[in-house]
């Protein structure tokens, strides 16, 4: 089966995900949604893969998978040897907690908390954090770190909460739709801070986006369509995020 | 959004609910006993005298302001029940041929009426009859004007002047032991040679008529024929024992439902705001079709409105219910022949304006908020709300805080009036239970002081006319008796100043065993030789003083007017006496070694051989068990301070309960996003739950101290209002009262806390990635 997603890994200690016939399916009142129908994907370490499609095409709930927030109906997921389909709830629970670093697209911080307490929140519990000081210098916030959220703009609210993210040293990096709620310019600023992330960090990134013209600085682009990879193409070259054209 | 609907109906049909029931019972209560008052014709004025001749009667008739008088022959006399060993005393009262507007007109509940000149039939009081099981048909054998005869029972009655059946000089109902007879008057008068002649009288007075002057004239008149003080219908026993009872009524029923329905518009107002909170988006829509705010707000305020509707005819339906049944209850404790309930619409008025207001203003606060913003921007996810750090952390203990119990205290802090209206919800649940459970305790420590401490004697007798003091040896004599102590007491009216106070003077004799004296320290007084000892709170009602001079009007014998210094103050709860040496009195009196009856101490094992003697000797007019009152009234209490108890801890539970979980609930639905994106960052589910527990915990732990201070406060209150001639309830509090309403408060807290933490697992982690808010 020539399947570009499962491609042969350089070295097969590098995959980071190993996903295999998963299939989701929603009961949505008296109608199944069929989510995902049957997708194989192996991600590798320290590269960035841009899931691109339509609405409803199944990338979030993909991401939800990988992520460890949401089951499968069918097949299996594994992160390094470890099936996460088979995972008990306060498994789950735990590999969120030291493995995985979120980025939402309404960011989702805590409005009470300062930016480096925000940041803090996820340091506390986690295994061996860097300090959140250092995490918020990481996205160019070291001069905010004492802002609620209320005196953040949007795109530096963002660059909090991808600051936290990475503040755990998370093997992977998922994003829903990070520039979603953005202008252009301000995307710019906290795509530049993802792609340092995980050039700096070599953290595995995945990033969900509507906009095709984010596909250009990732490793790979994988299309999603009707639960189903339609198409996986990889940059030969990655482009910087201020060269994107929006 | 049907949830959230019902939610609110629900605390509508429970605030309104307890409101209706509380004012439509105390309204039903006051109603009832006004009606049976007046359709029995209970007199005005009572006075009653050793004997005068019906001429005299007539005499009365013609005294300005006089409706009607009824002049009737009281006799008091010894009961034998049969298979009742103890001694029972009763009254014995004529009963004139029934005539319209005949006063203190009999209810007859079963049998008949008496015949005119039968001196065997007699009616007897239901509450006597209940107590030992007599109906129309069963026999009584009694000691009238020392002969035994044996009473045919032709009828159970009930009187407006019997509410309240206790025996002169007992505290303590004792139904058992004391009953009240109806014999026709000719007969009766026969027997005490009262042929033409009355010893009791009772009279109504015209309206304008100057009750005092009427007294006065009354008492000017009958003097001569052995008069003891004619007194007004508020002073007459039982219908005192029952105004006061009902004034207890009356601030229990306005101080719960106040607290209840307070909380309940509380949680009104917290949830409607929430509601519409929630619909911050539809109103966004529905601007941006081109409704103007004015039809927005009358949209949601008429949804509002169709709830508090039948929120309120719900709440009246089942407070009418309770209500009734809560009557019912009080009627069987009160002796009414009939319960006339009413449901005043005032009550249904102020209970559905106090709800459509509180709803209607909690719809408008939530209201202005979303009309005040642009539609577009209600579309938009809320953006984040503005916090800073707390105090607590200023002061410098940031750094030994989790974000966590950051969280907890911004948000506190933030929502601060929410927090403290909450905390003040909790404390008052908190204090509703304790007021239940420190009645029982009061009422324990004032039995233990006044029968433990001060009042010691195993029966207590009356002679029909004051003796001698030599009395004493032969009750002595008695085999069983261990330890006798004489008294003389007369009726009196107490002044000072411009105050009166119509009492008994207790002789006493010093050093006394069975009746000592109690400072209001508890410490025992030694009774001096000369001046007068008053109970502190009668001190109180006469404005006077230790060493003030009390001028003590004599109202039996010569009738002397005398002023004797007050040398001293004694602790009593119940009742209010003054208090001289025995012979101190005597001399004052103007006779000899004169006593009115003894306080016996009898060993137990003799208890039925004594009052069988004491049944015998037929100068005993009334013999007052003391033990078995005490157990009779704990009996009696004890159901109405359960049931009270059972009320206040159930009502306590529901506020304590409805507040904490509907504050969390809501918390929850607030912060669902802020939760679910912990969880999703990899926070246990106890570690999210830790941020609403703890905050609630956090309050819980807040609200018990200041719950307690607010209990202490409304126990105080209550014990102040208590506060009678009759009794009064001392404000004492035991650790356990503190105990127990900590401890259902902390439940209630649990359980609530437990419910949210279940709700916790269902919270929606993908969700809240996509949604905005």
Same mark, same amino acid.
């Given at each position: 089966m020539d399947n570009p997603a499962v491609h042969s890994p350089p070295d097969s200690a590098d995959v980071v995900f190993h996903a295999h016939g998963i299939t989701k399916v929603y009961q949505m009142g008296e109608v199944q949604v069929h989510a995902l129908r049957g997708v194989d994907l192996d991600l590798y370490r320290g590269e960035l893969v841009v899931l691109l499609g339509p609405s409803g095409s199944g990338k979030s709930t993909l991401l939800n998978i990988l992520g460890g927030l949401d089951t499968v109906t069918d097949g299996h997921v594994f992160y390094h040897d470890r099936d996460l389909t088979q995972a008990s709830e306060q498994q789950l629970t735990e590999y969120r907690r030291y493995h995985v670093g979120f980025v939402f697209q309404f960011y989702n911080l805590i409005p009470s908390l300062t930016a480096q307490e925000n940041v803090a929140v996820v340091t506390e519990i986690a295994e061996k954090p860097m300090q959140p000081q250092e995490a918020l210098e990481l996205v160019g916030l070291g001069e905010r770190i004492n802002h609620f959220p209320a005196q953040l703009s949007g795109g530096e609210q963002q660059r909090v909460a991808i600051a936290r993210a990475i503040a755990k040293n998370p093997s992977v990096l998922l994003c829903d739709e990070p520039t979603g709620a953005l202008d252009s310019k301000t995307g710019v600023v906290v795509l530049e801070a993802l792609e340092r992330v995980n050039r700096e960090m070599g953290t595995t990134t995945v990033l969900i986006t509507h906009n095709a013209g984010i596909a250009a600085m990732a490793d790979r682009v994988i299309h999603l369509a009707d639960g189903r990879i339609s198409e996986v193409r990889i940059n030969a070259r990655k482009a910087a995020p201020r060269d994107i054209s929006w | 959004m049907r949830l959230q609907a019902i939610a609110i109906g629900l605390v509508i049909v429970s605030g309104v609910g307890i409101f209706v029931m509380s004012?439509?019972?105390?309204?039903?209560?006051?109603?009832?006993?006004?009606?049976? +008052?007046?359709?029995h014709h209970f007199a005005h004025i009572f006075a009653s005298l050793k004997r005068a001749p019906v001429s005299i009667a007539r005499r009365i008739q013609e005294i300005p302001g006089i409706e009607k008088v009824q002049a009737r022959?009281?006799?008091?006399?010894?009961?034998?029940?049969?298979?009742?060993?103890?001694?029972?005393?009763?009254?014995l009262l004529s009963l004139p041929a029934q005539s319209p507007g005949l006063l203190n007109q009999l209810y007859l509940r079963t049998g008949r009426l008496l015949e005119p000149d039968r001196d065997d039939e007699v009616l007897v009081s239901e509450t006597f009859a209940n107590a030992h099981g007599l109906t129309p048909g069963s026999k009584l054998r009694a000691t009238i004007n020392g002969r035994r005869k044996t009473l045919n029972i032709v009828g159970i009655a009930l009187s407006p002047e019997y509410i309240y059946e206790i025996a002169p000089g007992a505290m303590f109902p004792d139904h058992k032991r004391y009953g009240v007879l109806w014999m026709a008057q000719i007969p009766l008068a026969a027997a005490y040679d009262m042929e033409g002649a009355f010893n009791d009288v009772s009279i109504t007075i015209t309206k304008?008529?100057?009750?005092?002057?009427?007294?006065?004239?009354?008492?000017?008149?009958?003097?001569? +024929?052995?008069?003891?003080?004619?007194?007004?219908?508020?002073? *007459?026993?039982?219908?005192?024992? /029952?105004?006061?009872?009902?004034?207890?009524?009356?601030?229990?029923?306005?101080?719960?439902?106040?607290i209840f329905f307070g909380v309940a518009a509380f949680l009104l107002n917290v949830v409607i705001s929430r509601?519409?909170?929630?619909?911050?988006? *539809?109103?966004?829509?529905?601007?941006? %079709?081109?409704?103007?705010?004015?039809?927005?707000?009358?949209?949601y305020l008429k949804l509002v409105l169709i709830i508090v509707l039948f929120g309120v005819m719900g709440g009246v339906l089942v407070g009418a219910w309770m209500g009734r049944s809560l009557s019912n209850i009080y009627m069987d404790y009160y002796r009414f022949p009939f319960l006339i309930y009413v449901l005043q619409p005032y009550v249904i008025l102020s209970a559905a304006a106090i709800s459509a207001g509180v709803a209607v203003l909690g719809t408008m606060h939530a209201l202005r908020a979303a009309a005040k913003m642009p539609p577009a921007q209600g579309m938009l996810p809320e953006l984040p709300a503005v916090y800073h750090a707390t105090l607590v952390e200023r002061l410098g203990l940031q750094r030994w805080l989790s974000q966590p119990t950051r969280m907890i205290l911004r948000h506190i802090e933030r929502h601060s009036l929410k927090s403290l209206i909450s905390v003040i919800g909790i404390a008052l649940a908190c204090g509703i239970m304790m007021v239940g459970r420190f009645q029982?305790?009061?009422?324990?420590?004032?039995?233990?002081? *006044? +029968?433990?401490?001060?009042?010691?004697?195993?029966?207590?007798?009356? %002679?029909?006319?004051?003796?001698?003091?030599?009395?004493?040896?032969? /009750?002595?004599?008695?085999?069983?008796? *261990?330890?006798?102590?004489?008294?003389?007491?007369?009726?009196?009216?107490?002044r000072f100043a411009h105050r009166e106070y119509r009492t008994a003077v207790q002789g006493v004799n010093p050093g006394g065993d069975l009746q000592r004296l109690l400072d209001t320290r508890l410490q025992l007084i030694d009774l001096p030789e000369a001046g007068v000892i008053l109970t502190d709170y009668l001190a109180e009602l006469l404005n006077i003083k230790v060493g003030d001079p009390l001028i003590i009007e004599v109202l039996e014998g010569n009738r002397p007017t005398v002023q004797v210094p007050v040398v001293g103050l004694v602790k009593q709860y119940l009742g209010v006496s003054a208090y001289m040496q025995r012979r101190a009195l005597n001399r004052l009196l103007d006779e000899g070694d004169v006593i009115s009856g003894a306080y016996l101490a009898v060993d137990e094992q003799y208890q039925n051989q004594v009052y069988a003697e004491l049944k015998d000797i037929p100068r005993i007019a009334n013999i007052i068990i003391q033990?078995?009152?005490?157990?009779?009234?704990?009996?009696? /209490?004890?159901?109405?301070?359960?049931?009270?108890?059972?009320?206040?801890?159930? /009502?306590?539970?529901?506020?304590? %309960?409805?507040?904490?979980?509907?504050?969390?609930?809501?918390?929850?639905?607030?912060?669902?996003r802020e939760l679910a994106s912990m969880r999703v960052l990899g926070y246990t589910r106890g570690e999210v739950a830790y941020i609403l527990l703890g905050e609630m915990a956090l309050m819980t732990l807040l609200a018990v101290p200041l719950g307690l201070l607010i209990g202490e406060g409304l126990c105080a209150y209550l014990a102040f209002r208590f506060d009678t001639d009759l009794y009064r309830v001392p404000l004492v509090l035991h650790p356990d009262v503190y105990a127990f309403a900590a401890s259902v408060v902390i439940g209630s807290a649990l359980l609530s806390g437990y419910m949210i933490w279940r709700n916790l697992k269902h919270l929606d982690m993908v969700a809240v990635l996509k949604t905005k808010e």
């Open positions: - | 004012l439509s019972t105390l309204d039903s209560l006051f109603n009832t006993r006004e009606t049976y +008052y007046r359709e022959v009281v006799a008091t006399i010894t009961i034998d029940v049969e298979g009742f060993p103890e001694p029972v005393s009763g009254h304008g008529a100057n009750e005092k002057d009427v007294i006065d004239r009354l008492d000017e008149l009958l003097t001569p +024929y052995g008069g003891r003080g004619a007194y007004a219908r508020h002073d *007459q026993f039982s219908n005192r024992f /029952l105004s006061e009872e009902l004034k207890q009524q009356q601030t229990i029923a306005t101080v719960f439902p106040v509601l519409i909170g929630l619909e911050r988006e *539809q109103i966004a829509i529905l601007k941006a %079709f081109g409704y103007s705010n004015l039809q927005v707000g009358l949209h029982e305790g009061a009422i324990n420590y004032m039995v233990e002081v *006044q +029968y433990g401490m001060s009042q010691r004697e195993d029966l207590s007798i009356t %002679f029909v006319e004051p003796a001698s003091g030599r009395a004493v040896y032969s /009750l002595a004599s008695i085999p069983g008796v *261990q330890h006798v102590e004489s008294y003389r007491a007369v009726s009196a009216r107490l033990r078995v009152a005490i157990k009779m009234f704990y009996e009696t /209490l004890a159901e109405t301070i359960l049931f009270f108890t059972f009320i206040s801890t159930l /009502l306590g539970a529901t506020i304590a %309960f409805g507040v904490v979980y509907n504050s969390m609930r809501i918390a929850l639905s607030e912060r669902n």
